[in-house]
Each structure stands twice: as C-alpha cells, then as structure tokens.
C-alpha cells in the first residue's frame, strides 16, 4: 500500500491601521496605513527558516503567501517608522502555521504629538528666554484647538518650579497657547502662540515682564 500526503500554503494577512481612538481595534472610519515595514520570521516544521520583509500597500494591508509549516514570528518595524507613531496594539505575534491555514493580523498605531515650553521673566522684554532670565513657577498655561477629526481640545497645566510646562499626547491639529495673566503682569510674547502640529511636536516659550512704579512728593521743605 501507498501513502500520498499533500500540503496546501498557508498566508498571513497583517492589516496596518490608523487607529487614532487608541482602542485596539480597526473601526469603519480609521484608514489603513501604506509603506510599513512588516517582517515575517519562521521556524520551519521540516527544519531550516524563512525570513520575508515587506511593506504594506495603500490599504495598508501586507500578506505573506506560500507559507510552510512553521512557527512565525510577525511583527512591525517601528524603527522604520516615521516619528511621532505609537503602538496601541501588540507590535510581535507568534503563529503557528499549519495546511491552509490563512491567519488575519491587525496591528494599529496612533500619532501622537507634545507641546511644551517655558513661562519665564523676561527682563529684557525682548520675548527671548535667554540664559540669566529665570522660569516661572505656579503660572497657569492654557491650550485650545481642533485636532484633526475636528474635535475641540481644551487643556490647562500649571508651571512648575522651572518654568516648564506639557501638553502631552496630542493628536496632529491647530492649537493655540496662552496664559492666565497675573495682576501687574504683561505678556512679552505675542498672544496666543497658534501652532500647527503633523509631523513634529512644538516648544513654545512664553515671557511676562512686571512694571514697577516710583512715586513721591515734591514739596517746598519751609
């Protein structure tokens, strides 16, 4: 008697999302994302190894076809990726691939930005943060816009002993920062400070100058 045994090729299908609610999962409205670098890596049943780097299409979409059996190691390359991405997935799957066996992957990202900067005494009132002018403590910072799905942001944050102050996580969108104005206080810096964010976070520094007064009395010392 005869054994005739036959294998059919496997795939592995990885979906690369825009996941911009940051919930794990791609819904209706969040697109794919083209040109990731996704890497495959298999263990092999019969021995030896196989190793595939690909880059997702315009969907987003990356799939690995012919596959043998075999234990595969699947993940994203965030070092190829452009700034600003983070992983609101697991980033590496482990799979077991046997006959026919077709294995859907999701893996979403989202991009995230930080606006931050300096309340500072301005002395000069030149709007410059130079060396010798100190940070300003206990200053409360205001932020509002619209972020690119439209929605309305509106944050505050307190400065701290240096100065310094974060918005962080911020979806790209325009953004306009400000303070609350100290009685006796005005503002060196232009306000507010309107920034755009897409590709890069933003630092914004913001000076206050505080005018004195002298006063007397001229009299006729009889």
Request: glycine share 12%; net charge negative; hydrophobic share 40%.
């Amino acid at each position: 008697w005869f054994m005739f045994g036959n294998w059919k090729d496997a795939s592995i299908l990885v979906q690369k999302f825009y996941d911009w609610d940051m919930d794990g999962v791609m819904d209706e409205d969040e697109v794919g994302l083209a040109n990731w670098v996704i890497w495959a890596n298999g263990t092999l049943v019969g021995g030896g190894w196989l190793n595939i780097t690909r880059l997702t299409d315009g969907t987003g979409l990356v799939r690995f076809d012919g596959l043998p059996a075999g234990t595969y190691i699947v993940t994203e390359r965030l070092e190829y990726a452009p700034a600003g991405w983070y992983p609101t997935t697991s980033t590496t799957y482990v799979i077991d691939i046997t006959s026919g066996a077709i294995m859907d992957i999701k893996i979403g990202n989202v991009l995230l930005f930080d606006i931050d900067g300096y309340k500072f005494y301005d002395k000069d009132m030149d709007g410059v943060m130079d060396e010798d002018e100190p940070g300003m403590e206990g200053w409360t910072i205001l932020l509002n816009g619209v972020d690119d799905a439209g929605g309305v942001v509106s944050f505050f944050d307190i400065t701290d002993e240096d100065g310094y102050y974060s918005f962080e996580g911020l979806h790209p969108g325009v953004y306009e920062i400000t303070e609350v104005l100290l009685p006796n206080w005005v503002a060196t810096t232009e306000l507010p400070v309107v920034v755009e964010i897409s590709t890069e976070g933003a630092s914004v520094n913001i000076g206050n100058m505080q005018f004195a007064t002298i006063w007397g009395y001229k009299f006729l010392d009889t």
